[in-house]
C-alpha cells in the first residue's frame, strides 16, 4: 500500500472509492489483443529434427577370437597366486585344456546371444594369423555395409606392442606371432566395433587411432595425385565408424583379484547383472543385508527378458539407469550413435557404463573409442545400488519359505521425481533426468496411465521438450501404444500425439504406415470424448492429409469427410475451425475426396461457418471452400456449377472485419482463377480496355486549400504498401511536402497534368494503359489503375459495352478482387494484387504476343518514358516516394527507404532485357522464380509457350498461401496447461496493467476534484505547436499526456506536458480519402488508436508514440457504400456553405463503447452500422430513415441507445434492441441545418445535447419531443466539443476564434489570439476536443498550428 498512497495524493476517505474505480478497469474487456491481432500470421520456423536414425545399422556377424592357451601363462605377467582364474564362468583348469577351450568359446557364443541372438557367431579360438585374416574377411564379405564385432581375449599371449600388435600363435603353439592392427583394420573393414580383454589394451586404441589416421592421409594422396604408387594400391578402407572398446589403460594391468573372473571386463559386458550382483556382495555395504551369500545369488529366481521376476525386474532396472546415465552425461549426438543408432552397440555401451564403475574399483581404467565422458561417480548409481539392495534383502524368504516377490519402487520413485521437477519448473534449466526412465515405464501396465500424463505435461512446455523426448527414443513407444484399446489411454495419447505433429510433421508416414490413423478417426467420431480431445484428434488428422496423398488416401477410406461434416456445428470453435481445416486439406489436390464431398454437400454444409463468430473459423471455411475449388481435374459442367455457386459465397465475405479472413479470400479466390484462367483473361481484358477509354468523372484539377496539390495527382504518391513502409516518412518529412515536390515536377516537365492511368508513362505496348512503364519495378496494374478499375466497374455503363456476360460469375469475382485490391489492410491488397497483375500478364501476352515479345522494339522504347523521372513518380507499388535530385531541395531531411529485397535503386537507367529475349515483364515480378518453365525464346514460338500455363501457376500458387493453417498449429505447439502471463499475478504484465489502472484512477479523482469545483475560465494556453498538416481531426488520450492529430492522411502524437512529438506517420489511405475521426481503444490499458477515413475504411494502429515503429493491427473497410467518386470540391472552405445547404460529406463518423466492445460507423450513408469487435463483423445495420448523411452519433450501452446528427438538422435516436423497422424511437427537427454534434449523456437520466451550423445548442429530455433548453452561440460553426465532466462546450468558428461556454449558456472564455509571439491571429478552426477527465481544450486551426488551453493554474 505504501507506492498507493504515495501514488494517490489524496486523503484516506478516497481509497474505498479508488479501488472501486480501479476495479472497473479490470472489467472492462480488450479490443484486438487476441494472438491473430500481435503475431505474425506464419507458421514456426522448422526444427531441424535430429532424432530419425538417418542410418539405423544392425552388427549382423562377430568374431570370438581367444587366445587362452589353457595351462600355459604368457611369459611377460607375472601371476599371483591364487589368481583370477575364471573365463566366461568357467574354470579352465577344472577340465581338459582342450575342452575348457572349446566350453569357454561356446560359452562366450551364448552371453553375445542373450543381447544379439540374430547375427552369425564365429569363434576362432586359438588362431593363427592366417585364420584371423581368412574369418575378417569371410565375415566382412557377408555383412556387406552391415556392422562386425570382433572380440578378442588376448588372456594366454604376451601384452600388446607400442608398434601396435596383439599377438597369436603359430600353427603348433611352439611361438607367439605378432598380428599387426594395420592388418586387422584392413581385414575388418568399416563399420566395426573391437572389443580387447587383454592387460594394456589402451594401446591397442592408440595404434588404432594412429594406423586410421594414416589411412586417412594415403586416400588424401591418392585423391590427388592419381600417378602417386598408393593410387596403384586397391583403397585402404576408412576407419572413421569405427568403435572400440578396451579393458584398461595402456599401462595398467587387469585385476587378478581370485573372487572375480579374470575376464572381468568381458564380464561385465555380456553379463552384467551377475557380476554387478557379486559386486555388490563384496562390498563392505553388502554386510547390512543379512544372509545373503555368493552362493545365494546363483539361485536367484527368473529369467533376465522376463519383468514380472526378480532377475528380469533387476535388469529392466539396470536397462533404465544405464540409458538415463548415458542420456545425461553424453552430447546428444553420441548418445544417439551408440545408443540409439545399433541394438548390439547400445547393449554393450550400457555395460561399458558398469565396466567403467567396477574395474575402477580395482585400479582398471576402462577405455573406449569413441571416448565418454566419466560417469562411475553418477548419482543413478545410488538408485541402483537401493534397488539391489531392495531385491537381495527379500532373496532368503523368497528361496527358503517361498514367499511372493515385492516389486521395486524404483519406477514409481522416478515418476514421482518426474512429477516434481514438472510441478517446481523455472523455465530455463537443466532437463529432467528421468526422461528415459518415463520411456522404460510406457512398457509396464502398470504405471502406464501415470507415466503418459507426465509425458504429456513434459511435452507442452513448448517444442524443446518434444524434440527432447523425440531425442530420448519415445516414438517407437507411442506408436505401438495406438495399437492399445484401452479407453483411458486415449485423451493421453491424443495430447501426446497433438504435440509431436505440431513440432514434426513428417511423422505422419509413419502413422499411417503403422494404421495409426484409424485411432484418431474413431476418437473423433466417438460423441462422448471431450471436445478438446476430438479437436487434437482432428488436428492430428489434418496433418496426416496434409500434402500426403497417401495419408489423404487412407483417411478418405476411413471415412473422414462425413465425421468431420457432422461436428461442423461443434459448439467448441477451435474444433469447428480445426474440421474445416482438415477438410480443405484432405481434398486439397485430391479428386475423389473432392467427388466424396460434393456427394455430402459438403460445401453446403460449410457456408453456414463463413456467418461464424469466430474470425479463426471463418478463415478455416473459406480454407476449406478455396481447396474445394481449386482443384485441377477434369471439369463437368457439374462441377462447374458447384464452382460457381461456392465463389457466389465466398465473395460475401468481401467486407468481412477480419483481414485474416479476407486474405484467406483472396486465396480462394486465387484458386478458382487459375481454373479459369483463359474466362479470366477475357474479363480482365475487357475491364483494361473498359477503363482505357473511360475518363473518371474525378474533380482533375480541383486544388484543395492548404494543400496545393491536385486530388488526382495520380503518381505522385503511390500506396505505400508494407506496413513499416509506412512510417518512413515519419520524424522526417511530411507526405505532403513530398507530394508537392514530386507534382512540381510532375507538372513543370511534363507540360501539364497527364491522364489518370500512369500508364501514360509506356508507350511499349498498345496495351500501355494498364501495362505501366516497364521502369515500373512491381506490377503490371499499379495501384491507381485497379482502382479506378473498380471505381467505374460501379457505376459505368459496362453493360451496354461487354454484353450479356457482364454479370457472370467471372466478372462478379474479378470484381471482388478489383475492392480486394484496393483493401486498407495492406497485405489483403497485395495479395489480390498479385492474383489481378498474374491475369493481366497472361492476358495482355495471349493477346499480343508477337508485339510484346519482340525484345528489340521494347529496348528501343523504353527511353520513350521517362527514366529518371518516371523511376520516382510511378513507383506504383513500392515504398514512400523517393527523394531524387530534384526533389531533395525540398526536403533536406527525407530518410531513404530500405530498398526491398530484389528492388533495384530508384533512378537506374532504362530496363533491357538481360535473358535473350525474355519476357518483358517478367521482372515485375518478385525475382525469386522463373515464370516460365522455359522462357520464350523468340517471337515464333511465344504463342504456344504464353499458353503453357505450367509455369504461371507455379508463380500464383507458389506465392499465394497465407501461413493461416501452419499458424493455428502453433497453438499446439505451445504450453495449454501454463497459467497465460497476464493471468500470472507476479508476471511483468500483470505488474504494467496494475501499474496503468492506478495511473487512471488517479487522473479520474485529480479531474474530478477541478471540475467539481467549477471551471470559471478556460484559457491558458498549455500547449502550442505547428502540426506537419492541417489538423483535421484531434484526440487525446484519456489518461497519458499525449494528444493524436490527424491531418489528411497522416497522424501526429505529441505529448502535452514535455511540449514534445512523439511520432508522426502516415495511415496509408488513397489520395483522394481524408481521416474524418479518431478514437483511442483500450485506452484504459494498451491503447490502440483507429482512424476512419472517408471512403469508409477503418485501420488500427498500436505501438505509436512510444520509439518503436507503428504497426496497423487490424484493417477493414467499416462501410461499404461510400465509395468516393463524385465527391465535389474540398471540404474545409466549403463546409460552411455545404452544411447550410445539408449537403456536401460528413466523411465518416464513428463513436466508440470500450464496455461491449462494439463500434457504431456512420457518415455518407443511409445507415449505421454496428461492428462487434470481438467477433470483427457486422452484427447490426440501423436505417437512419433519412436523406441525409450523419454528421454526429454518440452511444450509451447502459441505455442502448444511439443518438445520430444529420445532415438535415434533425437529431434521430434509435434503441439498438429492436428491430431495423421500429428502433427509431424519436426524431427531433428543432434545427434548421446540418448538425455539427449531439451528444448523449452518458447518466441514466442524461439529455441529448445537439448544436448545428447556426450555432443553436439544444437541450433534449428523451422522452418529450420538444427541446428543454435552447442556448444560442456563435454564427459560421465549424467544430464542437462537450467536456462529458464539467458541462462546458467549446465552439469554434469560421471567423477565427473560439468561445468557451458553460452549461447556462454564459462565455466563460474567449480566445482570438495565439499567446507569445506577437499575439498571432488564430486561423479558422478547423477542428476541436476537449480532454475526457481534465478541463484541457485541444484546437487545430488551418494555419497548421495545433494548441490546448486549460482551467487556471491555481485549480490545477
Known sequence: MKMDSELLLSPAIFLAEEEEADMSDWNLPLAFMKKRHSEKIEGSKALAQSWRMKDRMKTVSVALVLCLNVGVDPPDVVKTSPCARLECWIDPLSMSPQKALETIGANLQKQYENWQPRARYKQSLDPTVDEVKKLCTSLRRNAKEERVLFHYNGHGVPRPTVNGEIWVFNKNYTQYIPLSVYDLQTWMGSPSIFVYDCSNAGIIVKSFKQFALQREQELEVAAINPNHPLAQMPLPPSMKNCIQLAACEASELLPM???????????????????????????????????????LIEKIPGRLNDRRTPLGELNWIFTAITDTIAWNVLPRDLFQKLFRQDLLVASLFRNFLLAERIMRSYNCTPVSSPRLPPTYMHA???AWDLAVDICLSQLPTIIEEGTAFRHSPFFAEQLTAFQVWLTMGVENRNPPEQLPIVLQVLLSQVHRLRALDLLGRFLDLGPWAVSLALSVGIFPYVLKLLQSSARELRPLLVFIWAKILAVDSSCQADLVKDNGHKYFLSVLADPYMPAEHRTMAVFILAVIVNSYTTGQEACLQGNLIAICLEQLSDPHPLLRQWVAVCLGRIWQNFDSARWCGVRDSAHEKLYSLLSDPIPEVRCAAVFALGTFVGNSAERTDHSTTIDHNVAMMLAQLINDGSPVVRKELVVALSHLVVQYESNFCTVALQFMEEEKNYAVPSTANTLEPGNLTPVRDSPAIPRLR?????????????????????????????????AFSPGNLSTSSSASSTLGSPDNDEYILSFETIDKMRRVSSYSSLNSLIGVSFNSVYTQIWRVLLHLAADPFPEVSDLAMKVLNSIAYKATMNARPQRILDSGSLTQSAPASPTSKGAHIHQAGGSPPMPSASSSSLTNEVPKPPTRGGEQPPTRPPYTPTLGGQAPHSHQFPRTRKMFDKGPSGSEQAGDDADDPGGHKAYMNANLSTGLCDWSAKYFAQPVMKIPEEHDVESQVRKEREWRFLRNARVRKQSQRITQRGVTRLDDQIFINRNPGVPSVVKFHPFNPCIAVADKDSICFWDWEKAERLDYFYNGNPR????????????????????ATDDGALRIWKNFADQRNPEMVTAWQGLSDMLPTTRGLARRVSIYLDRSKGQGGAGMVVDWEQETGLLMTSGDVRVIRIWDTEREMKVQDIPTGADSCVTSLSCDSQRSLIAAGLGDGSVRLYDRRMGANECRVMTYREHSSWVVKAHLQKQTDGKVISVSVDGDVRFFELRSPDSVNVLQTVKGLTALDIHPQANLFACGSMNQFIAVYNSNGDVISNIKYYDGFMGQRIGAISCLAFHPYWPHLAVGSNDYYMSIYSAEKRLR
Not at 557380476?275 to 551369500?293: D, E, H, N, Y
Not at 518512413?728 to 513543370?748: D, M, P
Not at 481524408?1074 to 483507429?1090: F, P, Q
Open 380 to 382: 543413478m548409481w545410488q
Open 257 to 295: 583379484n581370485p573372487d572375480l573372473p579374470a575376464d572381468l571386463f568381458t564380464s561385465c559386458l555380456t553379463t552384467p547383472i551377475k557380476i554387478a550382483l557379486r559386486w555388490f556382495c563384496m562390498q563392505k555395504s553388502a554386510k547390512l543385508v543379512p544372509g545373503v551369500t555368493l552362493d
Open 722 to 754: 508494407s506496413v513499416n513502409s509506412y512510417t518512413n516518412i515519419r520524424a522526417a518529412t511530411t507526405a505532403r511536402n513530398l507530394n508537392k515536390s514530386l507534382q512540381n515536377l510532375n507538372l513543370n516537365e511534363e507540360g501539364g497534368p497527364v
Open 1072 to 1091: 483522394y480519402t481524408r481521416i474524418t475521426a479518431m478514437e483511442y481503444l483500450n485506452g484504459h490499458d494498451y491503447s490502440l488508436l483507429l482512424t
